[in-house]
């Protein structure tokens, strides 16, 4: 029985040890996994920009806009964090913002009107990379 045991657990060595060298691969530059070409995103939500789908909603903002309403994000982007000399039409509410997996939700509204009117544009990963999926208005009851 002990026999048995000593080359069970000798066979399950080699399985293991022939699996790792083969899991090590060898070095060469070609690799058969293709590289994502497409936007990224972060594997859990997160509050961190994300600068591609910002550029994104910016672009549609200066070309389509909203209710009419048509212009660049400010600098700084957050609306905290806003002067009255910051450039730029629109900032985003951030604490109410989602950057998530395939999904930023933008929040954002006039600098000079930050309480008033607040819109939301859905931005999601595409062939062409980052693009507006939605822009419209945003009540705090939704």
């Not at 090590?24 to 972060?42: I, L, M, Q, R, V």
């Not at 989602?98 to 929040?107: C, E, F, K, N, S």
Request: proline share 5%; charged share 25%.
């Amino acid at each position: 029985m002990k026999k048995h045991l000593r080359i069970a657990l000798l066979a399950a060595a080699v399985v293991v040890a022939v699996g790792l060298v083969a899991c090590d691969g060898d070095d060469d530059e070609s690799s058969t996994t293709p590289t994502p070409d497409g936007p990224t995103a972060s594997a859990l939500p997160t509050q961190a920009a994300n600068s591609e789908a910002i550029d994104a909603a910016e672009a549609y903002l200066i070309d389509e806009g909203v209710d009419g309403e048509k212009g660049e994000f400010t600098a700084p982007l957050n609306c905290t964090g806003v002067m009255e000399d910051s450039t730029g039409k629109f900032c985003v509410h951030d604490s109410f913002t989602t950057y998530a997996p395939g999904l930023v939700i933008l929040r954002f509204a006039e600098k000079d009107n930050q309480n008033d009117d607040v819109w939301e544009i859905r931005v999601e990963p595409g062939g062409q990379g980052w693009q507006v999926t939605s822009a419209q208005r945003f009540t705090l009851s939704e």
